[in-house]
């Protein structure tokens, strides 16, 4: 007997989806989203990859923190995007009955780091920046605790190394 087992139903089919938010660098200038969606040393990136399992990418005009650097990258093989706006892609690649729910999620947070807040009003910011003390081991326990106002844990986590 030869046996294969049932054939896959379509919905288990692994789709690839990119989602592109464009960032409002025009309309806010002054305001680091770039910053505020890395975090310190890039974690707060990081977790919102590990709890969508989603990989967002910052892409466009200004994704580079070299602004020199950036500008002898332009027009090279893999840096198109530098002739872009500044944007985020997010790419998903999941069965097809959950793909839209992880796109969906990732987009939701990424929206809320894309919305500016004034600095003296931002949890968000002063929770990275107590991390980035504690990172740096320069945290003073005396500093106010502004609790978690993030969705996801404080655990540091590695971003898988890619070809992108």
């Known amino acids: 007997m030869d046996w294969q087992g049932a ?25 680091n989203f770039v910053g505020r969606i890395l975090g310190p040393r890039g974690n707060s990136l990081k977790r919102v990859e590990a709890s969508t399992g989603c990989r967002v990418f910052i892409r466009g005009k200004g994704s580079i923190k070299d602004p020199g650097k950036e500008d002898k990258l332009r027009g090279k093989p893999g840096y198109e995007h530098l002739s872009d706006p500044l944007h985020i892609l997010i790419e998903a690649e999941f069965p097809a009955t959950i793909i839209d729910a992880r796109l969906r999620h990732a987009q939701e947070i990424i929206e809320e ?4 807040v004034d ?9 990275q920046l107590r991390e980035l003390a504690m990172l740096n081991s320069t945290l003073r326990e005396d500093s106010p605790h502004p609790g978690s106002v993030s969705p996801f844990s404080n655990g540091g986590m590695k971003r898988a190394k890619t070809g992108q």
């Open 119 to 127: 600095e003296s009003q931002d949890l968000y910011k002063r929770q």
């Open 7 to 31: 054939p896959p139903s379509p919905s288990s089919h692994v789709l690839k989806k990119i989602l592109r938010l464009e960032v409002p660098v025009d309309s806010y200038p002054n305001f």
């Open 113 to 116: 780091l894309l919305k500016p």
